[in-house]
């Protein structure tokens, strides 16, 4: 039987890798002929950070439970949990502001040399409908944006729902028993 600390440890671990890639891959150029071409349209790096964090915060948990008596380890999480729970809103704040800017790329109504985000150029929000081949350096890139967007958001709210889960099961145990390295079959 697996306990609260395997799920949410095995979910931040698989959702701050997941994060981290997506915050990479939303850098480099994407299908794009032009190689310098850099997308900045993620200025803030929330998802590489926050994805790091719950990456840590995923290890510590599963090190932890398997190391019961190592109390660093809880403390390390219970306070890195802590913070991934701050840091979830940020990126899922930066992801809907991005979904409703659009994507940063070179298109139809910039001009000869403009590259801008198209929220600027088009009505807020950004109609992804309407304007479906808007982006034309790098080709489609407004459909890529958008998913890669939609993921931040999924992944940011389970991020916050499994630190949240963790650091209500371990402040349950600190007001139980005092300390952070209890028994092992708590509940």
């Not at 910039?110 to 950004?126: D, V």
């Not at 300390?179 to 092992?184: E, H, Q, S």
Request: charge should be positive; glycine fraction near 6%.
């Amino acid at each position: 039987m697996t306990s609260l600390y395997q799920i949410s440890g095995g979910i931040l671990t698989a959702f701050g890798t997941l994060s981290i890639i997506s915050g990479v891959i939303a850098f480099f150029p994407v299908f794009s002929y032009n190689p310098l071409y850099i997308g900045w349209s993620t200025q803030i790096a929330c998802p590489i950070w926050n994805g790091a964090l719950a990456l840590s915060v995923g290890i510590l948990t599963l090190i932890a439970y398997r190391e019961w008596t190592q109390r660093s380890l809880w403390e390390s999480t219970f306070t890195l949990s802590l913070l991934s729970i701050i840091g979830s809103p940020v990126q899922l704040t930066v992801a809907i502001a991005s979904i409703l800017i659009g994507p940063y790329c070179y298109y139809t109504f910039a001009g000869m040399s403009s590259t801008n985000y198209i929220g600027y150029a088009i009505k807020f929000p950004f109609p992804y409908a309407e304007f479906q081949n808007v982006c034309q350096e790098p080709l489609h890139y407004e459909w890529y944006h958008l998913a890669l967007q939609i993921f931040d958001l999924i992944s940011s709210v389970l991020i916050m729902c499994s630190s949240l889960s963790l650091l209500i099961k371990l402040s349950a145990r600190i007001l139980r028993t005092g300390t952070l390295n209890g028994r092992k079959t708590i509940w």
